[in-house]
């Protein structure tokens, strides 16, 4: 009898622990509307990003559209729409461009996927990798540690426009959000935009 119920305790302890450790699998997502006719689903605990930390973590010319991250700032997604020249049938030169492009950014990368895919009816370059950026070009003299990254990124041609959807988080962290960027690429939909 003793026996059956440290068991039982034991399973009930060690079921709580797992629990904890998969609470991202666990998250109850959302869906959400974002303007230029985009729904997609986020997790519950994911929350736009300031616009002083946007600024800050995205340096570009042209402003994403939207960034989330999740509560502990370990995790980020954005959406990015530029005006563009691509046909949609081009979207298998786009990817391998994009590719070789994030080659020439990083000291080194890992892909995992590169493909083409259908989400809701819409079709996408996925780029799935890490990646490592060493600081060798600093000019201050000072180096810092090398930054590794698990990205998953998914590129589409729709309207006239590119648009890019982008999910990052530091690369120990990978087993974690892995799903969650996955869940978050394949609930994206996209309607043209009325007007």
Not at 126 to 139: I, M
Request: charged share 25%.
């Amino acid at each position: 009898m003793k026996y059956s119920t440290f068991f039982l305790y034991t399973v009930c302890v060690v079921l709580a622990a797992l629990l904890c450790s998969f609470s991202g699998i666990l998250e109850k997502f959302v869906k959400i509307e974002i303007g230029s006719g985009i729904s997609l689903k986020l997790p519950e605990s994911f929350q736009p990003m300031p616009e002083d930390e946007m600024a800050r973590k995205y340096i570009s010319t042209r402003k994403p559209v939207a960034v989330f991250m999740s509560a502990d700032r370990q995790a980020d997604f954005g959406i990015n729409i530029s005006i563009t020249q691509w046909d949609p049938l081009d979207l298998p030169i786009m990817k391998d461009f994009y590719k070789a492009t994030i080659m020439e950014l990083h000291s080194d990368v890992d892909f995992i996927r590169e493909e083409i895919v259908s989400v809701n009816g819409k079709d996408f370059a996925v780029l799935e990798f890490t990646s490592l950026v060493k600081d060798e070009d600093n000019t201050l003299g000072t180096t810092k540690p090398p930054v590794q990254k698990y990205n998953y990124i998914q590129y589409t041609i729709f309207d006239k426009k590119t648009f890019v959807y982008n999910f990052n988080c530091p690369a120990h962290q990978q087993a974690r959000f892995r799903d969650t960027a996955r869940e978050i690429m394949n609930s994206i939909e996209m309607k043209k935009a009325k007007g």
